[in-house]
């Protein structure tokens, strides 16, 4: 049969029309669910004007809560990046009792609400919690402060850089790491011209993820905070303390920051799977 006639059979065309109304109906489905609520967003914050879009960044309580998003992903980014590779070599390169169990760990956020680990905190650190007692005698705050907001982010952000490493350094396997070690390099040295370049892509890829997800997480956060304005609210939590105070143009104009955190991270992480496909499509193989 020629490729002609392929084309013009009645399965070819319900073939290609059951394709169109696919695609239809997932650009709708994407339009619908993404990009309209991201363009309310944007429409309602700019609804009464550019002045008094910026006027809500010059509130106190909001650059407040602008620094302290920041801070919690300054100090929970980094501690995911070294825990990540740490744990990605580990459980990658050595076979050895407990590796199962310890990639379950790894995993264990993404199956538990942040809310549940936020309570787990409470529990753990508050006043009436198992050290709470001990915390307070010894005069410091854990919830409700600074401490417990990072505590809470990093348990919620810490699998995205170690999954994002973890199928990609298995596929490299240890050759490369054991002819460096037989020449007679040092295990840092190893690490730092060996291993390193190898994961690099996927490891910016994973913290690029990992800091979209610190800067805008919500449940757990809210859990061991307080809401105390100005002092431990986040981003997240001072967006819906303005909604609940009826103050709908600041808190669409705060929530435009974090949506233009989001598309930032959105446009590098294009850019990355763009330019590095090969790497970052081994370990995205999960």
């Known amino acids: 049969m020629?490729?002609?006639?392929?084309?013009?059979?009645?399965?070819?065309?319900?073939?290609?029309?059951?394709?169109?109304?696919?695609?239809?109906?997932?650009?709708?489905?994407?339009?619908?669910?993404?990009?309209?609520?991201?363009?309310?967003?944007?429409?309602?914050?700019?609804r009464k004007g550019l002045s008094v879009f910026l006027n809500a960044f010059v509130d106190p309580d909001a650059r407040a809560a602008i620094r302290l998003t920041l801070l919690v992903a300054v100090i929970a980014v980094p501690f995911n990046a070294v825990f990540g590779v740490a744990a990605a070599w580990l459980i990658a390169k050595f076979n050895f009792s407990g590796r199962n169990f310890l990639l379950t760990l790894v995993d264990l956020p993404f199956s538990v609400s942040p809310v549940i680990s936020g309570l787990v905190y409470v529990l753990l650190f508050g006043a009436q919690g198992w050290f709470g007692g001990w915390l307070k005698s010894h005069h410091i705050e854990f919830i409700f402060a600074v401490p417990g907001i990072v505590l809470a982010t990093i348990f919620v952000t810490f699998p995205f850089v170690a999954r994002e490493l973890i199928p990609l350094m298995q596929a490299q396997g240890t050759a490369e790491e054991e002819a460096a070690l037989t020449l007679g390099a040092s295990g840092f040295h190893t690490f730092w011209h060996v291993t390193l370049p190898n994961i690099k892509w996927a490891l910016l890829y994973g913290v690029l993820l990992c800091n979209a997800r610190a800067m805008g997480e919500?449940?757990?956060?809210?859990?061991?905070?307080?809401?105390?304005?100005?002092?431990?609210?986040?981003?997240?939590l001072h967006i819906e303390a303005l909604y609940n105070d009826y103050n709908f143009a600041a808190a669409f104009a705060v929530a435009t920051l974090l949506a233009s955190l989001g598309l930032v991270t959105l446009a590098l992480k294009s850019l990355l799977e763009w330019r590095h496909a090969d790497a970052l499509a081994a370990s995205q193989h999960h």
């Open 2 to 46: 020629s490729e002609v006639a392929i084309r013009q059979s009645p399965a070819t065309r319900e073939a290609h029309t059951v394709k169109n109304v696919l695609i239809a109906m997932a650009i709708l489905f994407v339009f619908m669910v993404l990009f309209l609520p991201l363009i309310v967003v944007f429409v309602e914050a700019f």
């Open 218 to 236: 919500f449940g757990a956060v809210s859990v061991v905070s307080g809401h105390i304005r100005g002092l431990t609210e986040t981003m997240p």
